[in-house]
């Protein structure tokens, strides 16, 4: 069982920066993509960012530009730096990772809040 330990959320700013680090641990196979998506109170989840293991990315159109993501393969974590945070942005932002067999693994969430 993969276990996921998230953290950086807290309370900024409207144009502030949060760095989210997720660590993943107790995965028997190489983590094939890992990434984060965050859901705001009343909405679904939504994508935000991915990485793969050779750290070819994705994007949210919403993001693109102001948050970066990143991960070391050698330790399973992977960190999202957001810039110019919006107060759209707050939401609840969950770690995710998946192998390649194909199991998918989330963190708990962490709280972002940004204020205007």
């Known amino acids: 069982q993969v276990q996921l330990v998230e953290s950086g959320g807290g309370l900024v700013q409207f144009g502030g920066s949060l760095r989210l680090s997720c660590a993943a641990s107790?995965?028997?196979?190489?983590?094939?993509?890992m990434g984060w998506y965050r859901q705001a109170p009343g909405k679904q989840r939504e994508l935000v960012a991915t990485?793969?293991?050779?750290?070819?990315?994705s994007y949210a159109d919403s993001v693109k530009d102001r948050f970066t993501i990143s991960r070391d393969n050698a330790l399973n974590t992977v960190v999202l730096q957001m810039n110019s945070l919006k107060p759209e942005d707050t939401a609840a932002y969950y770690c995710?990772?998946?192998?390649?067999?194909?199991?998918?693994?989330w963190g708990q969430g962490t709280q972002v809040t940004v204020s205007s």
């Open positions: 990485i793969t293991r050779d750290s070819t990315t």
């Open positions: 995710y990772v998946a192998t390649y067999y194909g199991s998918g693994y």
């Open positions: 107790g995965s028997k196979f190489r983590l094939a993509v």
